[in-house]
């Protein structure tokens, strides 16, 4: 039996090891996060609270919702959902996401019979979609969060007869809008505004 483990660590992994400093830091930051998140759901909780029929009812049957983790892609996240309806084949979410060392965004998520019901609705957002550098999910998989090209592009990349088409022809319908961490400090008046500017494209 070697007396010698084969599994090193590098000398910079070897300092982080020996210094609590920078995980109690991370800590601290992800609970700024999440207080942040809990400011951002009472106003969009408000402003649904006020504007009653803007969604359709059935999907604010379930409240709004953080979770959290440590490893999407193997990076801390945190996620709020509202409204969050999340039935087999039919989804109408609106999804907040704070993910370490990348961004914020906003996405809104449909299938379904809800992609069916409001695709042209999304469709005659194109402009307000490009003024606002929206970005449309092109993955055949919904459930990847990342914006990296292989699962979103800018829509302002698509002429607006691709877009449409893109549109008609998909099973789930992704939108989202990016805010960079650099934010952080209007970052809840400006998430609460994503949220926001996403409703009322259904008024």
């Known amino acids: 039996m070697s007396a010698q483990t084969k599994i ?13 400093e920078w995980i109690l830091t991370k800590n601290k930051i992800v609970k700024k996060a999440q207080r942040l998140f809990e400011e951002v759901q009472q106003n969009i909780v408000d402003y649904v609270g006020a504007e009653p029929g803007i969604f359709p009812r059935q999907v604010l049957d379930s409240s709004a919702k953080i979770s959290k983790g440590e490893n999407y892609l193997g990076l801390p996240w945190l996620m709020l959902d ?3 309806h999340f039935k087999k084949e039919n989804i109408f979410a609106i999804r907040t996401m704070f993910w370490w060392a990348n961004f914020f965004s906003t996405t809104l ?11 042209n609705t999304i469709v005659n957002k194109y402009d307000d979609l490009v003024k ?4 449309i999910c092109v993955h055949q998989e ?3 969060h990342h ?16 877009f449409s088409r893109l549109i008609k022809k998909a099973t789930f319908i992704k939108i989202a809008r990016k805010l960079e ?15 926001i500017r996403i409703s009322e494209w259904f008024v």
């Open 181 to 195: 961490l650099s934010e952080w400090d209007t970052a809840i008046g400006r998430l609460t505004e994503n949220f």
């Open 132 to 135: 606002n550098q929206f970005f």
């Open 8 to 20: 090193q660590l590098s000398k910079v992994e070897m300092e982080l090891l020996n210094n609590s």
């Open 147 to 162: 914006l990296q090209k292989e699962n979103y592009i800018a829509v302002e990349e698509v002429s607006k007869i691709d």
């Open 82 to 84: 509202y409204p969050r």
């Open 109 to 119: 998520h449909l299938s379904g019979a809800y992609s069916q019901q409001y695709g």
């Open 142 to 144: 919904q459930w990847h």
